[in-house]
């Protein structure tokens, strides 16, 4: 559909036209000879089959793709990339050609030096956007390839942007798993959109380091306005809202869940050793007596490890208990590990394919009540929307009213799906979140946010800032000092920040809540289609239910007989032939897919969610998992009638 350039984007456009390639047209310049490495001949090859190729700059083999990137860089016309050009040709020319002849010391922000190169820099994305679906999807290089394209040392003088960008086509590219490709059904999608890219660039640009408010007053009041945005978009209670709280809850972006993770983390451990000493449980183990944690065995005072120190909160930290699942994400744990959690107290809950490997509330009611007769402390609860493996849920309502209960801090880990309870019908995997202390999502993950990207929440700010809070002198200012404003330093590990609020306000705007919804209704309809196809089909099984856009499937194993000892099921549960099948799929190229283990059992995720996926691409992708998995029962069946009895008594 077209619209005049000043209209806004439509919710109707956003489910085909949110990676609709960025049209600012510069004409190729004059070819300029590469001032890049050359590979060695042998060497390269060993790691990088296309390495000639590549370094000659030629068109490679199997990657369509690149070939009508380096087209566009040479400036040799491709049918694919088209010739293309306009009065600005000979001016990106003779500016992206050699670099400035100060050496960069003065022209490193040379406008008409950034409009030229970031004329070619756009097309080069354009051009990659429209042509990496040609591209296999996995890399196929080996391990060390890189350092037989590229030069030993970095260069002493600056090489043209030209060469750079040649250099990205023929050996960077080819090393990159392509994460915007819409046959990418591996780990959970990174997404990102126009305009997402368009904001990175403009975050780079200003550059700010907005660690606290007077550092960037915008920066902190975006962040805060568009977290109050999204709280009221996912229908989180007022007490994730920082207006509606009175600036005691509120949110933050984060880099990753890993970090929103460690946070809660250790907001939790503050407010428990607080209460602790507000109960006078801080005790002085005096001289020498301070334990780490209990011994295998035990988990008295007297079973642990003594250090020479001996102040109450050291001990008191080897008593806090952290409780998740054995679905929860690895990030939970090396949460744990960096706070000082002891591994003798991680209590890494069992789940079940009965309760559909969601914690259930039996499990947890009794794990808490051992420790407490134990004498140690449940302190932190991790619950999960949308795990890993599974899209697994923890049921929040009656699990955050058992850890509430026992006065411990509930932190949802809902990085996947999270978003996705901006359609209505999807909120209900949130109820209880009234419940819980902490909330985290990723808008990389389904918000058309370009990495990294992550949103928490908390109903009380006051612990986390009290366990993360420095104020040294030279950050000190008026502002702050009368606490008039936010400063989000003290709501993360580091001190330093990027303006990543400018770019999940660019996004929401370009594309609305609806545009959103209609996104995310996709993919779930695309893996709704994906999952009925897997369950008519009598050679494959379903593995687990598919609350969102991700189907969890294997190839049916095949009896010990049947298999004649070549590893079609029997004794390994199907293990062997299933990672056959995924190593088929994964190297042709055209398909990324990986595997988990649930209850025992290898089994294959499709994982539906890269922005340019289309129904084409799935329906493919099930044409290849099948022609596959015919083959492997083919070689399998051949094996079989090889090493049958007759079959050896004729031989």
């Known amino acids: 559909m077209t619209r005049p350039a000043t209209a806004a984007a439509q919710p109707g456009d956003l489910p085909l036209g949110v990676l609709d390639l960025l049209k600012v047209k510069a004409a190729a310049p004059s070819p300029v000879p590469r001032n890049g490495p050359t590979a060695q001949k042998g060497v390269a090859e060993a790691f990088c089959p296309?390495?000639?190729?590549?370094?000659?700059?030629?068109?490679?083999?199997?990657?369509?793709g690149l070939a009508v990137l380096d087209a566009a860089l040479t400036g040799v016309p491709s049918s694919a990339a088209g010739a293309g050009g306009d009065t600005t040709a000979a001016t990106v020319?003779?500016?992206?050609?050699?670099?400035?002849?100060?050496?960069?010391?003065?022209?490193?922000?040379?406008?008409?030096?950034?409009?030229?190169?970031?004329?070619?820099?756009?097309?080069?994305?354009a051009q990659y956007l429209e042509t990496v679906e040609s591209m296999p999807v996995r890399s196929t290089v080996q391990p060390g390839y890189l350092r037989h394209l590229l030069p030993p040392q970095a260069p002493e003088h600056g090489e043209p942007f030209e060469a750079t960008l040649k250099d990205?086509?023929?050996?960077?590219?080819?090393?990159?798993?392509?994460?915007?490709?819409?046959?990418?059904?591996?780990?959970?999608?990174?997404?990102?959109?126009?305009?997402?890219i368009l904001a990175d660039a403009l975050i780079s640009a200003l550059n700010v380091v907005g660690f606290s408010w007077i550092a960037a007053p915008a920066a902190t009041e975006l962040e805060t306005l568009v977290l109050d945005w999204l709280a009221d978009l996912l229908g989180l209670p007022d007490g994730f809202h920082s207006t509606k709280s009175g600036g005691v809850g509120g949110g933050v972006i984060h880099g990753t869940a890993s970090e929103a993770g460690l946070v809660a983390l250790l907001a939790a451990r503050r407010?428990?050793?607080?209460?602790?000493?507000a109960q006078g449980g801080l005790v002085d183990a005096g001289p020498g007596a301070c334990v780490l944690g209990a011994t295998e065995g035990g988990?008295?005072?007297?079973?642990?490890?003594?250090?020479?120190?001996?102040?109450?909160?050291?001990?008191?930290?080897?008593?806090?208990?952290?409780?998740?699942?054995d679905q929860t994400h690895a990030c939970v744990e090396k949460a744990c590990r960096v706070a000082g959690i002891p591994e003798c107290n991680m209590r890494v809950l069992p789940t079940t394919a009965a309760s559909a490997h969601a914690i259930t509330p039996e499990v947890l009611l009794s794990a808490i009540q051992r420790d407490e007769a134990a004498g140690l402390i449940p302190f932190f609860l991790t619950l999960t929307v949308g795990t890993t493996s599974s899209t697994a849920i923890d049921p929040i309502a009656p699990l955050a009213a058992i850890a509430k209960a026992h006065g411990m801090w509930v932190h949802v880990d809902a990085a996947y799906a999270g978003m996705a309870c901006m359609c209505p019908e999807m909120r209900h995997h949130l109820e209880g979140v009234h419940l819980v202390d902490s909330l985290a999502s990723n808008a990389h993950k389904w918000l058309l946010t370009s990495f990294d990207c992550t949103c928490l929440w908390?109903?009380?700010?006051k612990p986390l800032v009290k366990a993360l809070s420095m104020q040294p002198e030279y950050l000190r200012n008026k502002a702050s000092e009368l606490q008039q404003v936010v400063d989000y330093k003290d709501w993360e590990i580091p001190i330093g920040r990027r303006f990543r609020s400018l770019k999940l306000w660019m996004v929401l705007r370009s594309y609305g809540a609806e545009g959103i919804r209609a996104y995310i209704r996709r993919h779930v309809a695309l893996a709704q289609w994906f999952e009925e196809a897997v369950r008519q089909d009598g050679k494959f099984e379903l593995m687990a239910p598919r609350p969102f856009a991700l189907v969890c499937f294997r190839l049916k194993p095949l009896s010990a007989g049947a298999r004649g000892g070549m590893g079609g099921g029997g004794e390994d549960g199907g293990r062997e032939l299933n990672a056959a099948l995924l190593e088929a799929i994964n190297s042709s190229g055209k398909a990324y897919l990986t595997h988990t283990v649930l209850s025992g059992h290898y089994v294959l995720r499709m994982a539906i969610g890269a922005v340019k996926t289309e129904m084409r691409h799935v329906q493919a992708a099930w044409e290849l998992i099948q022609m596959e998995a015919s083959k492997l029962l083919q070689e399998v069946e051949s094996y079989s009638a090889r090493r049958s009895p007759l079959a050896l008594e004729g031989a």
Request: glycine share 6%; aromatic share 10%.
């Open 168 to 196: 990205i086509s023929s050996a960077i590219l080819p090393g990159l798993t392509h994460w915007q490709s819409p046959s990418f059904f591996a780990f959970f999608s990174s997404t990102t959109s126009n305009a997402a």
């Open 93 to 125: 020319a003779a500016e992206t050609a050699a670099p400035a002849s100060d050496g960069m010391a003065v022209g490193a922000l040379d406008a008409a030096e950034f409009r030229a190169q970031g004329h070619r820099m756009v097309e080069f994305i």
């Open 299 to 325: 988990s008295s005072a007297s079973n642990g490890i003594k250090f020479p120190w001996h102040n109450p909160e050291d001990v008191a930290r080897q008593r806090l208990v952290a409780y998740f699942s």
């Open 458 to 461: 908390t109903q009380d700010s």
């Open 271 to 277: 407010r428990a050793l607080d209460r602790l000493a």
């Open 50 to 64: 296309a390495a000639p190729q590549m370094a000659a700059g030629a068109p490679v083999a199997g990657l369509p």
